[in-house]
């Protein structure tokens, strides 16, 4: 979200202190952060890391919320838990993380889910909206609809993040002042400031 007034400014012109982040973004992929990073409205001075702390931190604010954003080390299955435990350290105000990547398209009967979608995990019936990699399997469509088992489930997302998404979910639902979702002033707000963004 760009506030009014605000610009992208160089690394190193302003530096908060580890408290003042509570919001942590993780990346799995390199083009994933760079996205996270080209919707920055401020770059942050970057923070010393504790020695046993393996994230690589880019800081930043959007809008209001000062922000963490880091990434995974390719071939890690369990990198996404270690990254998130070592962010509750560096920054102990931390009210939230949020996981952002690609999906690719997941079409079915039920759920057209395509590339491009934005897919945000919400609770439904016994399950809390949040899978872990390892907890489901691919079955055959004549066993379950949608070709996919779960095993399990984790625990569902925070309140306050499940009211927000309940908010969005009444500004588009046909009440709001415009027809173009928000989302999308945002990105086109990033490729102006980072045209290479556009050509990757």
């Given amino acids: 979200m760009t506030v009014p007034g605000s610009q992208i400014v160089s690394y190193g012109s302003k530096k908060l202190r580890p408290e003042d982040y509570q919001v942590c973004w993780i ?19 970057p923070l010393p890391n504790n020695v046993n702390d393996s994230n690589t931190y880019t800081l930043g604010r959007i809008g209001p919320h000062n922000v963490a954003i880091t990434s995974l080390p390719a071939g890690n299955s369990v990198a996404t ?23 690719g398209g997941a079409p079915s009967l039920s759920k057209d889910i395509r590339l491009g979608d934005i897919v945000i995990s919400y609770p439904d019936g016994t399950y809390g909206g949040v899978i872990q990699v390892d907890y489901g399997k691919s079955v055959p469509t004549n066993t379950h609809e949608d070709g996919f088992e779960f095993k399990g489930a984790l625990n569902q997302p925070p309140d306050q993040l499940l009211n927000v998404v309940n908010a969005l979910q009444a500004k588009h639902s046909g009440l709001g002042e415009s ?11 990033a490729i102006k400031r980072f045209p290479r963004i556009n050509a990757s």
């Fill in 27 to 45: 990346c799995p992929l390199p083009i994933e952060r760079t996205a996270a990073e080209a919707m920055l409205d401020e770059r942050h001075a």
């Fill in 81 to 103: 838990a270690i990254a998130a435990t070592h962010m509750k350290y560096a920054f102990p105000a931390m009210r939230v993380v949020l996981l952002v990547g690609i999906g």
């Fill in 179 to 189: 027809d173009e979702p928000e989302y999308l002033k945002f990105l086109e707000q």
